[in-house]
């Protein structure tokens, strides 16, 4: 029986299309999961659109389209650049599923016949493009924290409970430090709320139509915390009402939560809580990662300084894309995002040290042996041993995998690469070429490469799979499991083709004035 890993991305919130920084939220969960599925683990990938809400009530009106036609053609668009960049979903929810749609109203059903959900009034300051309330402190010259100015509220409202279950919360995000991660994000919470009573939590409205009907009162919808977070469970078929499923108990509790860290608070408070009030399981992590940032500003189409996936592929390709965000977003800092950067990076780690380095060794195999790779390996004649760092990168990989520390995995096989490349320089094949009892040797290092090459291979499948097979199917490697690297000397005697060009080299001036030209056609 294969181990079982759940995880799920926030779900999308279908208001607009999603700029490289929600996408990005996508890509580092797919890295994860192929590299979950290589190593033996029976993955479930969720991912997924929130359709719910006042503001895409109004921005459906704006486009006089229904609020449904609305969350369709955004949903299809999400769907779209994700199957773009390669995201290997295995399951695609929507909030407005009937599915979701009828376990979500039982859930709300069975909290409130419990005693957990209970009938108020809400008066505060309101924010639509945060979908929340604001408490009067973060109020700054009139604006919310995200500079949308809020709106006095006085309505109806169904509030949860949260002081019955706050010590327990507490209590379990001590004894389970791995809950939260990055440790600075689990401090936050800890001292920010619940060292404070916490307030009962507002889950319903009623001064706009679009959203799940709450069954008993259907003058109110049902708020996002309970309607956008259920979707880890209901995606499960998950229903208070009915026996737990099969999927249910093959995958929860979900091994990670991957969300921003803007909605850590949702995810690690009020979340759990709901669990805990349905008697299930809580997640095992919620990991909160960086925002990337262009220009070390925030993302924000009033600047104009958002940058979409469509035009970023367009410009450089999926690969390049995927490993600048992959590579160059830290663990636990916000990455930064500039057209500069993205060149530079293209330039220096895919041409220079991973291209250059397939290209380089099929060139020197047609060029010194007419494209014939002969199994030659030797006690090594130089003060470097690809087999040693070979072997060694995959253990490197899963334990900064298991920690989510995806740039550090990744630069594991840029730097088997760059020592292949060293490799090269050290044993300098073209001088051994020249020297009848070397011939040997020579073998011995262009074996030596295209093995380390098919290594290479491998281990970035997780990362830039489309690049991964292209490397493989030049060497005519086609068994890339995890298995397959367990040993050096793997790769057969074989006559290889023609190498290709695996990344473009741009020049900086050049590229940054085609981009340039680009966006003001």
Not at 340 to 364: F, H, K, P, Q, Y
Request: contains cysteine; aromatic residues 12%.
């Amino acid at each position: 029986m294969n181990k079982t890993y759940y995880l799920t991305t926030a779900i999308a919130y279908s208001s607009a299309i999603p700029h490289i920084g929600n996408v990005y939220e996508a890509i580092l969960a797919d890295a994860i999961c192929r590299f979950k599925r290589l190593d033996g683990y029976d993955v479930l990938f969720q991912t997924g659109t929130d359709e719910h809400g006042q503001k895409i009530e109004n921005k459906a009106k704006d486009n006089e389209l229904s609020p449904q036609a609305y969350v369709d053609h955004i949903s299809s668009e999400i769907k779209r650049i994700y199957d773009k960049v390669n995201v290997s979903y295995d399951q695609f929810v929507r909030t407005t599923d009937d599915r979701h749609v009828k376990a979500v109203q039982a859930i709300f059903k069975k909290l409130y016949d419990q005693g957990d959900i209970y009938l108020g009034e809400y008066e505060g300051w309101y924010s639509v493009s945060e979908e929340a309330f604001i408490l009067e402190k973060d109020i700054v010259d009139g604006k919310a924290p995200n500079g949308d100015i809020p709106v006095w509220t006085k309505e109806a409202a169904y509030f949860l409970r949260l002081a019955p279950y706050q010590e327990r919360l507490l209590k379990h995000i001590e004894t389970h430090p791995e809950f939260i991660e990055p440790e600075s994000r689990r401090n936050e919470m800890i001292q920010n709320f619940l060292k404070e009573p916490l307030p009962d939590l507002s889950v319903s409205r009623s001064s706009f139509k679009w959203g799940i009907p709450v069954e008993f009162d259907p003058g109110h919808v049902v708020y996002v915390w309970i309607d956008a977070l259920s979707n880890y469970i209901t995606g499960l078929d998950y229903h208070p009402n009915q026996p737990l499923t099969e999927q249910y108990k093959k995958f929860w509790p979900a091994d990670v939560h991957l969300i921003g860290k803007d909605i850590l608070r949702f995810h690690t408070i009020y979340w759990p809580i709901i669990l805990m009030a349905l008697g299930l399981e809580l997640p095992k992590q919620v990991f909160g990662h960086p925002w990337i940032l262009v220009n070390k500003g925030k993302m924000s189409k009033s600047i104009g300084n958002v940058m979409y996936t469509d035009d970023l592929v367009r410009y450089f390709g999926v690969d390049t894309v995927r490993y600048y965000v992959l590579h160059e977003i830290p663990f636990a800092q916000d990455g930064n995002i500039t057209y500069e950067l993205l060149i530079e990076r293209n330039n220096s780690d895919l041409a220079n040290t991973i291209g250059n380095l397939v290209n380089r060794t099929i060139g020197m195999v047609h060029k010194y042996r007419q494209g014939l790779v002969k199994k030659v390996i030797l006690d090594e004649p130089f003060e470097l041993s690809l087999k040693e760092k070979a072997l060694a990168t995959l253990p490197a990989i899963r334990d900064n995998m298991d920690q989510l520390k995806v740039a550090d995995a990744l630069e594991e096989v840029v730097k088997l690469a760059r020592f292949a490349n060293k490799y090269i320089d050290v044993s300098e094949p073209w001088n051994l070429n020249k020297d009848e009892n070397k011939k040997e040797i020579l073998d011995h290092v262009l074996y030596q490469l295209l093995e380390t090459i098919r290594f290479v291979a491998v281990t970035l499948q997780p990362f830039i799979p489309e690049t991964a097979h292209k490397i493989a199917h030049q060497i005519g490697v086609t068994d890339l499991s995890f298995k397959s690297i367990e040993q050096f000397g793997g790769y057969a005697e074989q006559t290889l083709g023609k190498p290709e060009v695996l990344f473009e080299r741009y020049d900086l001036a050049k590229k940054l004035a085609e981009i340039l030209e680009e966006r003001n056609e």
